[in-house]
């Protein structure tokens, strides 16, 4: 434990930090490196969370690469904040720099590095300004998603106490926030600290949230109860699932009123419409589900139609068994979901009145 000078902040801890790729910040404020090769990883599986590629990242306020011997790459745009890393952080005076619109470290696919390159180290004390330095990340996705995990990676540099030593975070998605803690996994550091950070958001509101985007920040991190003012970041993935697009449909095509008697044998005729962004020939009809939330194995059997709302563009009737939709007397609405053939996720609903 003697390697772990938390008084006097040590920088690096490694001997042969070898800066591979540090990002010279000119007069005019801006550098850029080459781009990483990010993995692009799609999730197929409706309902199965799996992982989500980050397509881009931002960081509002970071020490340039090469900040205490740890170095990282980014490809989008630096800007210099014009503040830099105070007396709280382990090398005073380095430039804090917006990181804007690019890839790099965070989502290179390497969570491991075995030394201090390709692991970002943020400052989370105060600048010389005296004010806090605030790293908020922003992670974008391809399309909407619904997020369930997250994991910040700390890498695998050796002999250093940052990996694993966030202890809480504010994730932001939409128009909401929630502060939580973090939960330790992966290997230990040589400190015996886990090395990533995982948050569960499907024990919050946020998962339930689609964005193509979202926010952390308000990062607490601790060595074994000792404030620490760093956060090493080696990657950030992200786990979910892909958001359902919504769809036209219409329950009792030849209605507007959409009585479902629940006693009748017969069943319930809908109609699932195209539109300009939606082509109802592109549906993979095994996977269509109808009833009072939308999981509900009620289907006879679906046709293409000819024009149902009479706007040029074919439509797909579907005959539902009622007994099976579980719709109930009081429910105000019918939903289908489903996927089309190229894996895309989507829902559509419409009002219904049920009768006895
Ligand atoms: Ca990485
Ligand atoms: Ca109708
Ligand atoms: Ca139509």
Same mark, same amino acid.
């Given at each position: 434990?003697?390697?772990?000078?938390?008084? *006097?902040?040590?920088?690096?801890? %490694?001997? +042969?930090?070898?800066?591979?790729?540090?990002?010279?910040?000119?007069?005019?404020?801006?550098?850029?490196?080459?781009?990483?090769? $990010?993995?692009?990883?799609?999730?197929?599986?409706?309902? !199965?969370? +799996?992982?989500?590629?980050?397509?881009?990242? =931002?960081?509002?306020?970071?020490?340039?690469?090469?900040?205490?011997?740890?170095?990282?790459?980014?490809?989008?745009?630096? @800007? *210099?904040?014009?503040?830099?890393?105070?007396?709280? #952080?382990?090398?005073?005076?380095?430039?804090?720099?917006?990181?804007?619109?690019?890839?790099?470290?965070?989502?290179?696919? %390497?969570?491991?590095?075995?030394?201090? =390159?390709?692991?970002?180290?943020? #400052?989370?004390?105060?600048?010389?300004?005296?004010?806090?330095?605030?790293?908020?990340?922003?992670?974008?996705?391809?399309?909407?998603?619904?997020?369930?995990?997250?994991?910040?990676?700390?890498?695998?540099?050796?002999?250093?106490?940052?990996?694993?030593?966030?202890?809480? !975070?504010?994730?932001?998605?939409?128009? !909401?926030? %929630?502060?939580?803690?973090?939960?330790?996994?992966?290997?230990?550091? *040589?400190?015996?600290?886990?090395?990533?950070?995982?948050?569960?958001?499907?024990?919050?509101?946020?998962?339930?949230?689609?964005?193509?985007?979202?926010?952390?920040?308000?990062?607490?991190?601790?060595?074994?109860?000792?404030?620490?003012?760093?956060?090493?970041?080696? @990657?950030?993935?992200?786990?979910?699932?892909?958001?359902?697009?919504?769809?036209?449909? *219409?329950?009792r095509? !030849?209605?507007?009123?959409?009585?479902i008697e629940?006693s009748s044998r017969l069943p319930l005729p809908?109609?699932?419409?195209? +539109?300009?962004?939606?082509?109802?020939?592109?549906?993979?009809?095994?996977?269509?589900?109808?009833?009072?939330?939308?999981?509900?194995?009620?289907?006879l059997?679906?046709?293409?139609?000819?024009?149902?709302?009479?706007?040029?563009?074919?439509?797909?009737? #579907?005959l539902a068994a009622i007994r099976?939709?579980?719709?109930?007397?009081?429910? $105000?609405?019918?939903?289908?979901?489903?996927?089309?053939?190229?894996?895309?996720?989507?829902?559509?609903?419409?009002?219904?009145?049920?009768?006895?």
């Amino acid at each position: 434990m003697s390697n772990y000078r938390l008084g *006097d902040r040590p920088l690096g801890l %490694v001997a +042969s930090a070898v800066v591979a790729t540090v990002l010279t910040v000119t007069g005019s404020n801006v550098a850029t490196a080459s781009a990483p090769t $990010v993995a692009a990883t799609t999730p197929t599986v409706a309902g !199965a969370s +799996s992982p989500i590629a980050v397509n881009s990242y =931002d960081i509002s306020e970071s020490p340039v690469s090469g900040w205490g011997g740890w170095a990282h790459v980014y490809d989008g745009t630096i @800007e *210099d904040t014009g503040r830099t890393t105070g007396p709280n #952080c382990s090398a005073v005076g380095t430039q804090i720099a917006r990181y804007t619109n690019g890839n790099g470290t965070l989502n290179d696919g %390497v969570t491991d590095a075995a030394n201090l =390159d390709s692991t970002h180290l943020l #400052c989370l004390d105060a600048a010389t300004d005296g004010s806090l330095v605030r790293p908020e990340i922003t992670v974008r996705f391809a399309g909407p998603v619904l997020v369930d995990r997250i994991v910040i990676h700390g890498g695998g540099a050796g002999l250093n106490i940052y990996p694993g030593a966030i202890e809480a !975070a504010t994730v932001e998605i939409g128009n !909401a926030q %929630v502060t939580m803690t973090s939960a330790p996994e992966g290997v230990p550091n *040589d400190a015996g600290v886990l090395r990533d950070d995982v948050f569960d958001l499907t024990t919050t509101g946020l998962s339930s949230i689609p964005t193509s985007q979202l926010t952390i920040g308000n990062f607490v991190t601790s060595f074994f109860g000792s404030p620490l003012g760093q956060a090493a970041i080696a @990657e950030i993935t992200v786990e979910g699932r892909v958001a359902a697009v919504p769809i036209d449909i *219409d329950i009792r095509p !030849a209605s507007t009123r959409n009585v479902i008697e629940l006693s009748s044998r017969l069943p319930l005729p809908l109609a699932i419409l195209s +539109s300009g962004t939606f082509n109802v020939r592109m549906i993979n009809v095994a996977t269509l589900k109808f009833g009072a939330v939308g999981d509900e194995d009620s289907l006879l059997g679906c046709s293409l139609a000819p024009d149902i709302n009479r706007d040029r563009r074919p439509d797909l009737v #579907c005959l539902a068994a009622i007994r099976r939709t579980g719709l109930a007397v009081g429910d $105000v609405e019918g939903v289908i979901t489903g996927s089309t053939k190229s894996g895309s996720n989507f829902v559509g609903r419409d009002d219904v009145t049920v009768r006895p």
